[in-house]
């Protein structure tokens, strides 16, 4: 760990492709983000991450999700990975903010269709009668729809999570895990330390 990068992007860029080459059967994005919601409860659940540069970390979901308003209310939010194989886990804590309608749109855009029909027809964490319904929500949508492109709804799009502090673990024998945290100063520099296991 003494000769970890200084930079945390750096470190998450190596560790997530090594996971991705050598574990090609695991989700390697797949990550568990927290919220603080309306009701002042935390609540976890996994989303996929569809990029990370320097600026941030970005999944796609529904605005008015009960996440998405977890988040309105709330943009603190904490996202974790857990690489079994590899032994390793990624803690994220950051600000999450909405992306910009065009990225929303390109990446809306790249979607199968199927999953698009699925983003116009549900309305995420509300109640819903029966399955039915919302299969005739998608028939409806598809015929309505036939031989046109789709559009992204307005409630439907990326967050990018902004992130103040990058913890990494590393499982090592004897519980004598390697923890290296990474919090970023005032002057948007990143202070590494070794954490104890
Ligand atoms: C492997 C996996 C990946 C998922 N990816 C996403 C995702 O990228 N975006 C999303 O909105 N929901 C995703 N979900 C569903 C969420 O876990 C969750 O059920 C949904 O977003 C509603 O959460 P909420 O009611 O707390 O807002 C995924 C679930 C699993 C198990
Ligand atoms: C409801 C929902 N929205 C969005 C996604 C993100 O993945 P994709 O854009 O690849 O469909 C998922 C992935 N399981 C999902 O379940």
Request: hydrophobic share 35%; net charge neutral.
């Amino acid at each position: 760990m003494e000769n970890t990068p200084d930079n945390p992007f750096q470190l998450f860029k190596e560790w997530f492709n090594d996971v991705d080459l050598c574990f090609p059967d695991h989700e390697t994005n797949a990550m568990t983000l927290s919220t603080i919601g309306v009701d002042g409860y935390p609540k976890n659940r996994i989303v996929l991450l569809k990029k990370f540069t320097v600026d941030g970390f970005v999944f796609y979901t529904n605005y008015e999700s009960t996440k998405g308003k977890a988040i309105a209310k709330n943009p603190k939010v904490s996202v974790s990975f857990f690489w079994e194989g590899a032994e390793r886990q990624v803690i994220i804590r950051g600000i999450a903010e909405k992306v910009s309608d065009a990225e929303s749109d390109a990446y809306f855009n790249t979607r199968p269709r199927g999953s698009q029909l699925g983003a116009m027809a549900s309305n995420q964490s509300q109640v819903i009668a029966s399955r039915e319904s919302l299969k005739s929500k998608v028939d409806a949508l598809e015929k309505q729809y036939e031989g046109k492109t789709l559009t992204r709804p307005v409630y439907w799009g990326g967050y990018i999570i902004k992130p103040n502090v990058i913890e990494f673990w590393q499982g090592r024998p004897n519980r004598l895990h390697d923890r290296v945290d990474y919090v970023l100063g005032e002057n948007y520099e990143w202070n590494k330390s070794q954490l104890a296991p």
